[in-house]
Nanobody, 123 residues
């Protein structure tokens, strides 16, 4: 079993920055991809970014490329999502997910989820 806890959400103005963190615990957490998804009101959960178990492979949704950076520190089981140049359309609840040894952008393929953290970008 893997437990995930997100933090770092909040309210920021258009063009601002936030850094989200996801701390994992559990015996196999280091073996899995860690992936960020987000869900805005009335919309489906969508892929944002993912990082491989060793941290060498990173993937981003087109909508966040060049603005968001995902990083991983396996020493303390933490994955960070640095979000710069935020836009109102980035407003959503952000979730970290795990449980797959390979990349997947499909939310239903993930077994373990955090509770989510709200990000609100005001215009």
């Amino acid at each position: 079993h893997v437990n995930l806890v997100e933090s770092g959400g909040g309210l920021v103005q258009d063009g601002g920055s936030l850094r989200l963190s996801c701390v994992g615990s559990g015996r196999n957490v280091k073996r899995y991809y860690i992936t960020w998804f987000r869900q805005a009101p009335g919309k489906e959960r969508e892929f944002v970014a993912a990082i491989s178990s060793g941290g060498s492979d990173r993937y981003y949704a087109d909508s966040v490329k060049g603005r968001f950076t995902i990083s991983r520190d396996n020493a303390d089981n933490t994955v960070n999502l640095q979000m710069n140049s935020l836009k109102p359309e980035d407003t959503a609840v952000y979730y970290c997910a795990s449980g797959t040894p390979t990349l997947s952008t499909v939310s239903r393929q993930y077994v373990y989820w955090g509770q989510g953290t709200q990000v609100t970008v005001s215009s």
